[in-house]
């Protein structure tokens, strides 16, 4: 589609953009957000630079792409919401319910390790992800890490061999959130106590067509714990040979993140992404916000009953 005031930079050969010309400092018309949608088609993520959004802002922003997710289900299961009353942003900053940053030795720093490995919003529940509005509020220092990594799972699929296609075809994937979470933090003792196989897993397919764009995608995420009639052993196996595949330096680029009101919007449905660690970790505040949009798509639910059950804390 081509746009008639809005502006796309590549950033990676073959996917991810930097976009020019929303006026963020008013309600953004329904063409301008149609346009935006347009180039998440084609590029995956967008970056916007000084966005500038408040709160309530994004909030309605991001109400502009689709029905937003919320938490309020992890309010109700007793996490404090710093961001309070906007249920439907997602605090995934290093501060703890009292803003202060949260210490590496603690247990909710353990828990938020699983971030740093390539995966896709909400694959774990019932309902996906499809878009998410990640923005910077308060930045630490430059130069200290905490950049987000992104890899194009279409283009990764596309490179695959036509046996591996054939094979992968038709498999179904248990994503759970526990299993992420053990893989980043094998030495937690909270997390070696925990068994993925006595938590609720979401079913997806492996192998889908990317509805915006008509290409295929590889669904896949380190939330990715075994496939449907296979042995864990031997799905982990598939699993991350895929992964690999997929997170090679060919199909991945990061944006490092350089203005408090910074905002990168990407389709879980087509790319995976990922937190970069860093010297910030523990001393500075990194203080991002993500609104998040439920997938819309026929294959939303993928093989999931349609509850508003939700896997663990966000």
Same mark, same amino acid.
Request: net charge negative; hydrophobic share 30%.
């Given at each position: 589609m081509a746009s008639s005031h809005l502006a796309f930079e590549p950033l990676h050969p073959t996917f991810g953009a930097e976009c020019t010309g929303v006026d963020f400092s008013r309600a953004v018309p329904a063409e301008t957000v149609e346009e935006v949608r347009a180039g998440l088609a084609k590029y995956g993520v967008l970056v916007f630079r000084h966005a500038q959004l408040d709160d309530a802002r994004h909030v309605a922003f991001a109400g502009q792409f689709g029905e937003l997710d919320d938490s309020t289900p992890y309010i109700k299961a007793g996490r404090k919401? #710093? *961001?309070?009353?906007?249920?439907? *942003?997602?605090?995934? =900053?290093?501060l703890d319910d009292d803003g202060n940053v949260v210490k590496t030795d603690s247990l909710r720093f353990q828990l938020g390790l699983g971030n740093g490995l390539f995966h896709v919003d909400s694959a774990f529940n019932p309902r996906r992800a499809g878009y998410s509005i990640l923005r910077a509020h308060e930045l630490p220092p430059k130069d200290t890490g905490g950049a987000t990594a992104f890899a194009d799972t279409r283009t990764a699929y596309d490179d695959l061999d036509e046996a591996t296609k054939n094979e992968i075809k038709d498999y179904?994937?248990? %994503?759970? *959130?526990?299993? =992420? #979470? #053990?893989l980043a933090a094998p030495d937690c003792e909270f997390l070696k106590g925990m068994k993925p196989e006595d938590h609720f897993m979401a079913r997806h397919a492996l192998v889908q067509r990317?509805?915006? =764009?008509? #290409?295929?995608? *590889?669904?896949?995420? %380190? +939330?990715? %714990? +075994?496939?449907?009639?296979?042995?864990?052993? &031997?799905? &982990?196996?598939?699993?991350?040979k895929l992964l =690999?595949?997929?997170? &090679?330096?060919k199909y991945t680029f990061a944006v490092d993140w350089e203005n408090n009101g910074d905002i990168i919007i990407w389709d879980n449905t087509c790319v995976m992404h990922k937190a970069c660690r860093g010297s910030f970790e523990g001393k500075y505040v990194r203080d991002m916000r993500r609104a998040t949009v439920h997938d819309g798509s026929s294959t939303a639910w993928g093989l999931n009953e349609r509850t508003s059950f939700r896997a663990g804390m966000p």
């Open positions: 919401h #710093r *961001l309070a009353p906007y249920t439907e *942003l997602f605090d995934v =900053s290093n179904v994937v248990n %994503h759970s *959130l526990w299993h =992420s #979470r #053990r990317h509805e915006p =764009s008509g #290409r295929m995608n *590889l669904y896949i995420a %380190h +939330h990715a %714990h +075994h496939i449907d009639g296979q042995p864990v052993e &031997q799905s &982990q196996d598939i699993i991350e =690999s595949h997929a997170t &090679q330096d």
